[in-house]
């Protein structure tokens, strides 16, 4: 879990990110079914907590999402607005719950790079959505959530998560030269260190 409190412009909220491991209600090739147990444990961290906005990854479909957000809002921590990433991978999804409306859905579910000469697809997208938290004041909030470490019969697992972040550097980029004032966050699940060449 990672948290960061927010103070702009007389407004104060909450923006988290979690790796909720695997969230699925339904069983698939890779990974199984989420206990109660421990979705439950997700729920009270969550509460806990208590964000305004909150970046998952690892969520298993959009009934995982639904249950997670109906957990919280009956916790007392209401995140009626969602946005869920359909990636390359179709069993575990980055998403964001938020407080406060999404004004602009732009999430990226379809990049690509070459790999060793080989045609290579973010596995996870990226989620990139404009929340108002208040009518004079927007955040663009990028969510990601890279390879991970485990080892790929495809390719090096390093080079693959350096590729994405390049990928998401490159929307980083290209958002603040064309409106350079944007509010930008960029959260996830980068599965590196900060000193690492993705990072």
Not at 71 to 91: H, Q
Not at 166 to 192: A, H, S, T, Y
Request: aromatic residues 8%; hydrophobic residues 45%; negative net charge.
């Amino acid at each position: 879990f990672a948290l960061i409190a927010i103070a702009l412009q007389g407004e104060d909220f909450r923006i988290a990110t979690f790796n909720v491991e695997n969230y699925a209600l339904e069983a698939s090739p890779h990974h199984g079914i989420k206990s109660f147990d421990a979705r439950k444990k997700v729920w009270e961290s969550i509460t806990d907590i208590r964000p305004d906005i909150l970046a998952l990854e690892e969520v298993g479909s959009t009934n995982a999402l639904l249950e997670i957000q109906e957990a919280e809002k009956r916790a007392g921590v209401d995140l009626p607005n969602w946005e869920l990433v359909n990636g390359f991978d179709t069993n575990i999804h980055v998403a964001v719950l938020s407080r406060f409306p999404i004004v602009a859905r732009r999430s990226h579910t379809n990049e690509t790079f070459l790999l060793n000469g080989r045609r290579c697809f973010v596995r996870r997208g990226f989620a990139d959505v404009d929340i108002e938290i208040h009518p004079h004041f927007v955040v663009t909030v990028l969510a990601a959530h890279l390879k991970s470490r485990v080892p790929s019969a495809i390719e090096d697992q390093e080079e693959w998560r350096l590729q994405e972040s390049m990928l998401l550097r490159k929307i980083v980029d290209e958002r603040l030269q064309e409106k350079p004032r944007d509010k930008l966050i960029v959260l996830g699940d980068f599965n590196d260190v900060k000193d690492s060449r993705a990072i």
